[in-house]
């Protein structure tokens, strides 16, 4: 599991930037001579938006057609992996059922036969037990490898998104991240998948290569 740490540091400098920039907004009231606001008047004024956002991870992912055609790719290749399986498992069955039978009806030539044929049965099970655990892993890695590649396109392409918008911080909600609540001003997830899909593209049958 990977550490919490850099989260907490980063919701630590996250709010450290927040209440510089309320500072700063406030000191810079007072110089014009304005009057002074304090940090709740400022917190729950409506008109001030501060150089922040979040994005919702769970509906990006929904949306996001590049996260859509990867999830279909892994899909594709959890239901070949079944398929294989399936197909190893019916043999097997079939072998071990063409034992029992005969083994009812005495139709081995001989006992040495019959052991012969019972050992033939426990190598194709241990084949498959070998197979399952060779395909599960590389399913673990094609699923480890999608989610880096859509993780670093979202990176990149946040960097482009923010270069006209200017925020300071674009934080995600997911259970690891320091957002536990934030206004819906704050929340930017269509605009970010509107500008990821207008790069991308829509979803199709197959995985396409990242413009």
């Known amino acids: 599991m990977k550490n919490s ?41 409506s008109s001030i938006t501060l150089p922040i956002a979040y994005v919702n991870v769970d509906s990006l992912l929904i949306n996001y057609n590049f996260a859509k055609d990867l999830n279909e790719s892994l899909l594709r290749k959890e239901e070949s992996t079944r398929a294989t399986l399936n197909q190893r498992q019916n043999q097997i069955n079939s072998a071990a059922q063409e034992f029992d039978r005969k083994l009812r009806n005495n139709a081995f030539l001989s006992q040495e036969r019959a052991q012969q044929e019972q050992e033939r049965i426990v190598k194709m099970n241990q084949e498959y037990q070998q197979l399952a655990d060779r395909l599960t892993q590389e399913f673990m890695l094609e699923q480890e490898k999608l989610n880096l590649q859509m993780e670093d396109t979202i990176k990149a392409r946040m960097k482009e998104f923010n270069a006209n918008r200017h925020y300071e911080i674009i934080f995600s909600n997911r259970t690891t991240s320091t957002v536990l609540y934030a206004d819906d001003k704050y929340d930017i997830t269509a605009e ?16 396409a290569t990242q413009k």
Do not use: R
Not at 18 to 37: D, E, P, R, W
Not at 192 to 207: C, D, F, Q, R, S
């Open 5 to 45: 740490t850099p989260y907490v540091v980063s919701g630590v400098l996250a709010v450290a930037l927040i209440i510089l920039y309320i500072l700063h907004f406030t000191s810079k009231s007072s110089v014009n001579g304005s009057a002074g606001k304090d940090l709740s008047v400022l917190l729950n004024d």
């Open 192 to 207: 970010v998948v509107e500008y990821l899909n207008g790069k991308y593209g829509p979803a199709t049958a197959t995985v």
